[in-house]
């Protein structure tokens, strides 16, 4: 269980920037803003600065780790505004909440939910992808067939269909790289915390 709840902690970055497997060096700059460790619940606020596809993105997460005697609760939540910066234009937050349990044999279960939760209200898919996600709305217009109309109930549905498609992609993706900082983190835990 603690293998797993160390992974976590380092794959959300809650310790600050921390060299993954397979990367030479930190992807962005992570700085711990905040951090508190009492009983069974450790806190850390960390601002997060990374290059995405539309430019620079700058995030404040709030980290919470709690264990109970029978599993570890791992939370993160970005938080829109913090008086301490500039304000900035928020297009999406996002609230993470993982358990752990252990199953025995060596083995945890790592149970995940992730809510998006867009800034702004949309009316359709076509307007929520094009707005928060542009290059992922251009492949999915490249990969249409040609007769269907954009705008259409037929293009909404394969817009809907396509980001669902995307999200089972992410979480796959994400899972593997999980497995792979696990066997680091067995490989070598005096590198983890949690």
């Known amino acids: 269980m603690e293998d797993a709840a160390k992974t976590l902690w380092s794959l959300n970055r809650a310790d600050g920037n921390h060299i993954v497997p397979g990367k030479q060096i930190p992807d962005g700059l992570v700085q711990v803003l905040h951090a508190t460790k009492e009983n069974s619940q450790r806190v850390s606020y960390a601002r997060e600065e990374f290059m995405e596809a539309f430019g620079p993105s700058v995030e404040h997460v709030l980290h919470l780790r709690v264990m109970e005697k029978d599993r570890i609760l791992i939370m993160a939540r970005t938080i829109a505004q913090d008086a301490a910066f500039a304000p900035r234009v928020v297009r999406q937050s996002c609230r993470e909440w993982n358990e ?37 709305y251009e492949r999915a217009l490249a990969m249409r067939k040609d007769d269907m109309v954009v705008g259409s109930l037929e293009w909404e549905n394969y817009l809907h269909r396509f980001m669902l498609t995307l999200g089972v992609a992410c979480s796959r993706h994400y899972f593997a790289f999980f497995n792979k900082i696990l066997g680091d983190v067995q490989d070598r835990p005096h590198m983890y915390s949690f």
């Open 100 to 136: 752990i349990r252990d199953i025995g044999n060596g083995q945890s279960l790592v149970r995940s939910v992730v809510f998006a939760e867009p800034a702004a209200a949309y009316e359709t898919m076509t307007e929520y992808v094009l707005d928060l996600f542009p290059h992922e």
